[in-house]
């Protein structure tokens, strides 16, 4: 009940394509959602994050949307560029329990 | 910059060395994490230190040992590590121990158990 599930492992897409991470969580009070980016030999880096009470949040090119009622939510990347590949993590927590983050995708945008 | 360092960058160890990974952060957190990021796996939580104390160790081996002398520095002490704990070892920082708050990142240790 404590695993955030995300998917794809990996992903290639052509520039300028929307690559689509989602994830899927068991427990219903986690209330905090926040995705990170690695770059390779990098620390990860919180990129967006979003709650509960809210669907969708964009932060430039990056969109997250939400679905509270399937428990699941997704990152979406307009535009993408070669300079976005990395892997991507989903996460989740409530209050003061630790972070869960999910296993990565590894993203690979075509020049 | 993070503002988190983490030094050494990469550590090769033999399975009898004792060794120390150090973080600092510079941001005026209050809370550091050590994280363990192993190939095609979750990072891992290892430990939280909110204020200088420990207030979270997942079950960690006792080969891996944590240092807080103060909210900028964090040590991890390595000793006797076996050849699965080969891995990238991350600390991190949040303005406190709260956890829905962004934590931000070393680039980490890149650690190799011969």
């Known amino acids: 009940q404590q695993q955030v599930k995300q998917s794809p492992q990996s992903l290639i897409v052509q520039k300028g394509g929307i690559p689509i991470i989602n994830c899927a969580y068991e427990?219903?009070?986690?209330?905090?959602f926040p995705w990170y980016q690695q770059f390779p030999g990098k620390g990860p880096a919180l990129l967006i994050a979003?709650?509960?009470?809210?669907s969708e949040k964009k932060e430039g090119r990056f969109t997250i949307s939400f679905n509270k009622s399937a428990k699941q939510f997704s990152l979406h990347i307009m535009d993408s560029q070669p300079g976005d590949s990395a892997t991507y993590f989903c996460a989740a927590s409530k209050g003061d329990d630790k972070i869960i983050f999910g296993k990565g995708t590894r993203l690979h945008i075509l020049p | 910059e993070t503002g988190v360092t983490q030094t050494p960058r990469h550590l090769v160890m033999g399975m009898t060395n004792k060794k120390s990974l150090k973080c600092e952060q510079h941001?005026?957190?209050?809370?550091m994490y050590w994280y363990k990021q192993s190939a095609k796996k979750p990072l891992e939580l290892m430990f939280v230190y909110s204020l200088e104390e420990r207030v979270e160790n997942n079950s960690v081996p006792s080969r891996f040992s944590p240092e807080c002398p103060n909210s900028s520095h964090l040590f991890l002490h390595l000793h006797t590590l076996q050849p699965e704990d080969s891995a990238l070892y991350l600390c991190a920082s949040s303005q406190d121990g709260g956890r829905n708050q962004p934590q931000h990142f070393g680039d980490g240790t890149r650690l190799s158990i011969l």
């Open positions: 941001l005026g957190h209050n809370a």
């Open positions: 979003i709650r509960p009470d809210v």
């Open positions: 427990n219903t009070a986690f209330d905090y």
